[in-house]
């Protein structure tokens, strides 16, 4: 475990790190996103789920690539693809309600999402918003979604806080590298449930899907190996649910 300061600001992601990714929540917005390209913008479904990895990769988040190059309303987006049952997704964690309470330094909610998909997983949750000095959201971030610095630097103002200050907790181990590397963030790794390489390695699900089994193979392998590097270059703690946070900072912070 790296040993890591007690920090003055902790910012935490929202989705699949607040509640774990295998309630589905994010899969069926996924496909909402799909059904957004689809509706909106006249593609066919194979052209949508093409174009949404693409953009991922590209940009950080689907919308960003969207509104720069289709013009696409931010608002109109979010709607859509929000618009989804929470409370049959997301089960109440009062221990997580909890925990925040105890956790004493000032708290904000960092997401690539919208204010009101934030305020609706936290309501599902059953956690206060109150534990939050902020939401900072997509339009709060200039549009400029993680893993851009820009996102970072108005998070920081927004706060008054320097980027040393501060730890990042995030399921997106691209994310955590901005936190890192830019701002010298204190990283935590809110690791996926079987997370494997591939999905989070940069290699793109298109390029996956033309390579022949040998040559997939080979880039699970390498993409592993690189998943594992990075991980324990980017994440100074991790942790596989968001409830030992506490603990392992307490652990972390104890051996400055
Ligand atoms: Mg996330």
């Excluded at 690539?112 to 936290?122: D, E």
């Excluded at 309501?123 to 939401?135: D, N, W």
């Excluded at 592993?224 to 991980?231: G, K, R, V």
Aim: charged share 25%; net charge negative.
């Amino acid at each position: 475990m790296t040993p890591v300061r007690t920090p003055e600001f902790v910012l935490f992601d929202l989705d699949e790190t607040l509640y774990p990714s295998s309630n589905g929540l994010m899969n069926l917005i996924r496909d909402r996103i799909v059904e957004y390209m689809m509706v909106r913008l006249g593609w066919s479904r194979a052209e949508a789920e093409e174009r949404r990895v693409e953009y991922v990769r590209e940009y950080g988040v689907t919308l960003d690539g969207l509104r720069r190059l289709h013009g696409v309303d931010v608002g109109d987006y979010m709607e859509f693809v929000h618009a989804v049952p929470h409370s049959e997704y997301i089960r109440p964690n009062p221990e997580l309600d909890r925990m925040l309470a105890r956790l004493r330094p000032p708290k904000a909610i960092f997401t690539n999402a919208s204010q009101s998909h934030a305020r609706r997983v936290l309501s599902a949750l059953g956690v206060s918003i109150s534990h939050f000095e902020c939401i900072f959201d997509f339009e709060a971030a200039g549009c400029c979604p993680k893993p851009d610095p820009e996102a970072y630097r108005r998070i920081l103002r927004r706060l008054g806080a320097s980027g040393d200050q501060c730890m990042l907790v995030e399921d997106n181990p691209r994310n955590l590298r901005t936190a890192k590397s830019v701002f010298g963030m204190s990283t935590v790794l809110v690791r996926k449930a079987g997370q494997t390489a591939g999905s989070q390695a940069g290699i793109g699900r298109a390029a996956v899907d033309r390579a022949d089994l040998a040559i997939r193979a080979d880039l699970a392998i390498r993409a592993d190996l690189a998943i594992q590097a990075d991980l324990a270059i980017q994440a100074d703690l991790v942790i596989d649910d968001i409830l030992r946070l506490e603990q392992v900072l307490a652990e972390a912070t104890r051996q400055i």
